[in-house]
Structures are given as structure tokens and as C-alpha cells.
């Protein structure tokens, strides 16, 4: 199942990341930086399923809109 990882460099990522791998998922990240249009290519293209983000409203808001697109269904928030 492929993972987004949707994460600044902060202890959280290492903690999703291998996560996912111990898991037995495939990660894919998305830049904090993409413009929504690119962040909309890249899960359609991935068929990401879960993505992973901070609760940050600038970050959470813009993988919200994304949900239902595509393959992804869930959304979770890590506690900055």
C-alpha cells in the first residue's frame, strides 16, 4: 500500500517513515513546496491510499482538499 509522507525534516518523518517500511508499505513523499496542481499529479499518479501530515492548518488544509481524489481515503494528523 503506498504511504504518503506529506512532512517537513522534523522527528515525525523518521517515525512515518519507517513506520510504513516496518509495515511493509511503500513511501511516497510530497513536498511541502508543491503547488497544489503538482500535489494532485503526484497522488493520482502513486495511488496514495493513507497520507501522513502535520496539524498545521497550512499543511493539513491543503491535503484535505486532496482527499477523495484518486486512490486516497485517509488522512493523518501527527501532533506538532
Do not use: W
Not at 495511488?47 to 496539524?55: E, I, P, Q
Amino acid at each position: 500500500m503506498s504511504v504518503g509522507l506529506h512532512l517537513p525534516n522534523t522527528p515525525h518523518y523518521l517515525v512515518a517513515f519507517f513506520g510504513v517500511l516496518i509495515a511493509g508499505g511503500c513511501v511516497v513523499n510530497h513536498s511541502l513546496l508543491y503547488a497544489l496542481r503538482k500535489l494532485r499529479h503526484q497522488i493520482l499518479d502513486s495511488d496514495t491510499k493513507v497520507m501522513a501530515t502535520l496539524d498545521l492548518p497550512q499543511l493539513y488544509s491543503q491535503i484535505a482538499a486532496r482527499k477523495g481524489e484518486g486512490k486516497l481515503r485517509a488522512l493523518e494528523s501527527l501532533s506538532s
